[in-house]
C-alpha cells in the first residue's frame, strides 16, 4: 500500500471514529441542554463537578478534538 494510500485509509477511519464521538456528544448536549464547548469550558473552570458523565463527556469531548485535527492535518498532508 503506498503512503497516499494508507493516509487515505486513515482518514476514513478516522471520520467512522469522529461520527460515533460526535453522536456521544450529542446524547450529552440533549441530555444535559448545554452545548459540548460550553460544557468544556465550565469542566475546566471546575463549574461541572466530577460525576461519571462529566469525565465520560469530557474524555469524549478531548479525543473528538484531538481526532478532528489530526484528520485535518492528514487532510493537509493529502491535498499537498
Known sequence: MTLRK???H???QDEI???ALRADL???EQRYG???EEFCARYQAGQAGDDADALEWNVIYTMHARLTE???TL???LRA
Request: proline content about 0%; some cysteine.
Open 34 to 36: 448545554l452545548s459540548s
Open 17 to 19: 471514529q469522529l461520527a
Open 70 to 72: 489530526a484528520v485535518k
Open 10 to 12: 486513515q482518514v476514513e
Open 26 to 28: 450529542l446524547c450529552f
Open 75 to 77: 487532510h493537509d498532508q
Open 6 to 8: 494508507a493516509m487515505e
